[in-house]
C-alpha cells in the first residue's frame, strides 16, 4: 500500500463517527475527542487511534486503525459506564452493539456479498449504498476510472461485523450477539485500496486471516477425493434414499462405463424423530443390512472408491431427540440451548468426544467422508447463550479434529456462508458457495450461476467453492456442466436411476474420472465485477486459470431481455496484459487469435452459455489440448521445443489441436507417425489409440 493509498483510506475514517446502543437505554451517540485532548493516542508504531465519548461521560469506544503493508486493520474496543454495582446495569445489545458510521462514500459502482438467508449470501449492485442490506459481509466499490476499495467485515471470538447501508450512508456495525457485555474488543475489519480488485480480495482477506492465525485458501490442502467425479442422492432420491437405490445408480455407471469415484448418501439415511436425531445407525427400514453391506457392495463389487454421508453439525436439523440413544449415551458431551435443543458441545474438547465417537464409527462401518449441513445452525441455535464467535470456534474446532482423526480432513460443508462460519474452520477448504441447485424449479439456473460466480470473489479466498451438484438430464444440463468447468471446485452430479446423460459429463473428466480442474476458484471478469447481470443485457463472464492459460465461461441469466451482448478480451483474465492468444471455443469448435488487449463483441441468446480457452501463444506450434474437453489447455502436461521439433506432452489420448505457422512436415504420436488434417488456421491429429499418456512430436523442416 503506497503513502497516496493509505492516506485516500484514511481521509475516509476522518469523518468516521461512533454510536453505541445498549439493552435498556438504546442508542448514545458519541462525539469524537479532540486532536488536541490529552486523551487522544497520536499516531505511533503504524497504528492510529480515535477515541470518542458521550457528553454524560457514560459510554466510550476507540477505533485503532493499525497499518500494515497490504491495507489497514480496524480495531474497535467500546464500553458502558455502570458507576454502582449496586444498582440496575446497563448491558450493550447483543446486536448492533457498536455502529460506526462512514457517512456518505462516493463511488462509480459497487458490488456487495450479503445474507440473502442465515446461511448463503448472494450479490448485491446498488445503486445506492444507502440501500446496502443487513448482514452485508463484503463490499467492493470503484472510486474512480481504475481505482478500488475493499472492505471485509470480520467475525473474531468476540463480535461479528457486518455493513450495512442507512439514510446518512455506509454503516459498520459489530455485534456479540449475547447479552451481558459491558465492554466489547474486536477486530472488525479489513480494508485496502489499489487498482487490482482480486489482489484486493486476496491479500485484505490474508491481512486479517493471519492476525487471527487462520489459514488463506492458498494455504489449504485441497482433498484428494475431491479431484475426481463424484455423485450424490440428494436430487436422485431426497429423503427416500435407500440401500439398493444406491446399488442400483451405481450397477448403471458400470454398464454406462462411466468413472465415478465417490459417493456422498445425503439426508434420509439416519436413524431420526421429529427432525431430531434418535441413534448413530442408520435407519433399518432403508438399509436393513446395515451401513457397511452397502459401502462394501459399492467399492467391491462397483469400484466406487470412496463413500461419505451427509448429517448436521447438530446431529440432524433440530438436534438430538432427548427421549434417544444418543441423548443418553453422550449425556456430558451435549450442549443443551435455551431453546431447550440438544447438540454437540461447541467447545473443542467436549464436542469432540462426541464426533469422535459418531465418527469411528461411521470409519469402521466403511465410510470415507462426510458432508457437513446446516452449520449456521450452530450460532442461531445458541444465539444469546454464547457469543458470536465462541459458538462457531469452539464447534468447528470439535467438528473438524475428528474429521482430521478418521477421514483425513475430508469434509464438505454445507449452509454455512455466514460470517460465524467462515472466520472459524480452522482446516477444512472445501464450502459450498450458493444456495441449493433446485432441478425442479424452471429458470433457477440464473440465480444459481449468479450466485456462485459473485459470492467467489469473497468466499473464495477462505474456501475452493463447492458450486453444488447438477442434473445431467435437464434443460440446464449444458449451462450446468460449464458452470462446474469453471469454477475449480469438486464436480459431482445427481441425477435418479436411469437418468445420466454422459454427454455432458465427459468433457468435463478423463477416462480415469479424474477431473480437469482449474487452479483457482473461479472470478467474475472485472468488466462485470460491479455490473448485474441478471437485470442488465450483459453476459454473466466467469474467468480462471490453468497454469499458464486460462478459460473464461459467460452466461445469459438476463431476466427480462432474450439477448444480452458483452465483449471478450484476453485481457479479461488478470496478468494477460501483452502478446498473442489463440482462443478455442470448445461448444462451437472455433478456433482463432487474439492480441492482448484486442476486444471483440459476443452475444447470448436467452439460455446460452459459451466457452472460450485463452492460450498464449507460442513461436511456431501452439498446442490447445484435446478437442472434446471443456478445458482443452488443462489436458497439456507440458510443452519444449526444440529448434524444429514441438514435443507436447498430454494427459490422455484423443483428438488433439494445435496452432502452427505452416502445415508441420509430419506429427509423430508416442513415436508413430500420425495423419494431419487441416482446419482453418489450426491441425488436428487422433491420439485416441495412445494406452499411455502421449507424447506428441510436431515436427517442421
Known amino acids: 500500500m503506497t503513502n497516496q493509498e493509505k492516506d485516500f483510506l484514511l481521509e475516509l475514517f476522518e469523518r468516521v463517527n461512533i454510536t453505541i446502543k445498549t439493552y435498556d437505554k438504546g442508542l448514545i451517540p458519541l462525539e469524537r475527542i479532540s ?18 465519548r458521550d457528553s454524560k461521560d457514560t459510554a466510550y469506544a476507540t477505533l485503532r486503525l493499525q497499518m500494515k503493508p497490504e491495507g489497514i486493520l480496524g480495531y474497535v474496543e467500546a464500553g458502558v459506564i455502570n458507576e454502582s454495582l449496586f444498582a440496575k446495569q446497563t448491558y450493550l445489545s447483543p446486536d448492533h452493539a457498536v455502529i460506526l458510521n462512514f457517512g456518505m462514500v462516493e463511488h462509480r459502482g459497487f458490488m456487495a456479498n450479503y445474507r440473502h438467508k442465515d446461511w448463503w449470501t448472494r450479490p448485491f449492485f446498488g445503486p445506492d449504498l444507502c440501500d446496502l442490506p443487513e448482514r452485508t459481509q463484503s463490499l467492493i466499490w470503484k472510486t474512480t476510472e481504475e481505482d478500488y476499495v475493499y472492505l471485509l467485515p470480520v467475525c473474531d471470538e468476540t463480535c461479528r461485523t457486518d455493513l450495512v447501508g442507512h439514510e446518512n450512508g455506509l454503516q459498520a456495525v459489530v455485534s456479540p450477539l449475547i447479552l451481558g457485555y459491558e465492554t466489547v474488543s474486536t477486530l472488525a475489519f479489513s480494508i485496502a485500496t489499489g487498482k487490482d480488485p482480486y489482489q484486493l480480495a486476496d491479500q485484505g482477506t490474508k491481512t486479517a486471516l493471519h492476525e487471527l492465525q487462520l489459514k488463506h485458501r492458498s494455504e489449504k ?106 441423548a443418553e449415551q453422550f ?60 459458538a462457531a470456534s469452539g464447534g468447528h474446532r470439535a467438528l473438524e479434529k475428528s474429521v482430521e482423526a478418521h477421514f483425513d480432513g475430508t469434509i464438505i460443508n454445507c449452509m454455512g456462508m455466514g460470517s460465524e462460519n467462515i472466520w472459524h474452520r480452522p482446516n477444512s477448504s472445501v464450502s459450498r458457495n450458493s444456495d441449493d441447485f433446485v432441478p425442479e424449479v424452471a429458470g433457477s439456473f440464473k440465480e444459481h450461476a ?75 471478469t472485472e468488466d462485470c465485477l460491479l455490473r448485474d447481470p441478471m437485470h442488465e443485457s450483459v453476459p454473466l463472464k466467469a474467468w480462471n486459470r490453468l497454469g499458464d492459460n486460462a478459460v473464461i465461461a459467460a452466461f445469459h441469466v438476463c431476466l427480462q431481455d432474450d439477448e444480452v451482448a458483452g465483449t471478450l478480451s484476453p485481457s479479461d483474465v488478470p496478468g494477460y496484459e501483452e502478446g498473442s492468444y489463440i482462443v478455442y471455443e470448445p461448444l462451437q469448435k472455433r478456433v482463432y487469435t487474439m492480441e492482448a488487449k484486442e476486444v471483440q463483441p459476443i452475444q447470448l441468446k436467452k439460455d446460452e452459455a459459451s466457452l472460450y480457452n485463452i492460450i498464449p501463444q507460442q513461436s511456431k506450434c501452439t498446442p490447445i489440448g484435446l ?60 491420439c485416441e489409440f495412445a494406452e499411455v499418456q502421449p507424447i506428441i512430436e510436431i515436427v517442421h523442416s
Open 331 to 390: 449425556a456430558g458431551q451435549l450442549f443443551e440451548t435455551s431453546s431447550g435443543k440438544l447438540i454437540p458441545y461447541p467447545d473443542e474438547e467436549r464436542g469432540f468426544g462426541f464426533w469422535d465417537t459418531w465418527h469411528r464409527y461411521l470409519g469402521e462401518q466403511g465410510i470415507d467422508f462426510v458432508k457437513v449441513d446446516s452449520q449456521n445452525s450452530i450460532t442461531t441455535m445458541t444465539m444469546y447463550d454464547l457469543n458470536a464467535g465462541e
Open 450 to 524: 449468479l450466485q456462485n460466480v459473485y459470492n467467489s470473489f469473497y468466499h473464495g479466498q477462505f474456501y475452493w467453492g463447492d458450486w453444488d451438484m447438477y442434473w445431467t438430464e435437464h434443460e440446464d444440463a449444458l449451462r450446468g456442466a460449464v458452470l462446474r468447468a469453471v469454477s475449480g471446485g469438486p464436480v459431482y452430479f445427481s441425477d435418479p436411476v436411469g437418468k445420466t446423460d454422459t454427454t455432458y459429463i465427459w468433457p468435463l473428466i478423463y477416462k480415469n474420472g479424474l477431473i480437469i480442474k482449474p487452479d483457482l476458484p473461479a472470478m467474475p
Open 221 to 326: 490442502e485441497y482433498p484428494e477425493m475431491m479431484k475426481y467425479l463424484g455423485w450424490c442422492s440428494w436430487d436422485a432420491f431426497y429423503h427416500q434414499v435407500h440401500a439398493e437405490g444406491l446399488l442400483q445408480k451405481a450397477q448403471e455407471f458400470i454398464e454406462k462405463k462411466l468413472p465415478v469415484h465417490w459417493f456422498i448418501i445425503d439426508d434420509g439415511w439416519l436413524d431420526v424423530k421429529d427432525m431430531k436425531l434418535r441413534s448413530l445407525q442408520p435407519d433399518k427400514e432403508k438399509f436393513p443390512e446395515g451401513l457397511k453391506a452397502v459401502t462394501e457392495k459399492l467399492k467391491q463389487t462397483y469400484g466406487i472408491s470412496q463413500v461419505g454421508v451427509w448429517h448436521t453439525i447438530a446431529g440432524y436439523w433440530g438436534g438430538m431427540d432427548k427421549t434417544g440413544e444418543v
Open 35 to 52: 486532536d488536541t485532548d490529552e486523551k487522544t493516542d497520536k499516531q505511533k508504531d503504524n497504528n492510529l487511534v480515535y477515541r470518542y
Open 627 to 686: 478437442m472434446d474437453k471443456y478445458l482443452s489447455a488443462g489436458t497439456v502436461l507440458r510443452t519444449d521445443s526444440v529448434n524444429e521439433k514441438t514435443s507436447v506432452y498430454l494427459q490422455e489420448g484423443g483428438i488433439f489441436g494445435f496452432v502452427a505457422n505452416a502445415k508441420p512436415d509430419k506429427v509423430l504420436v508416442n513415436g508413430e507417425e500420425t495423419p494431419i488434417t487441416e482446419h482453418d488456421g489450426w491441425y488436428e491429429v487422433n
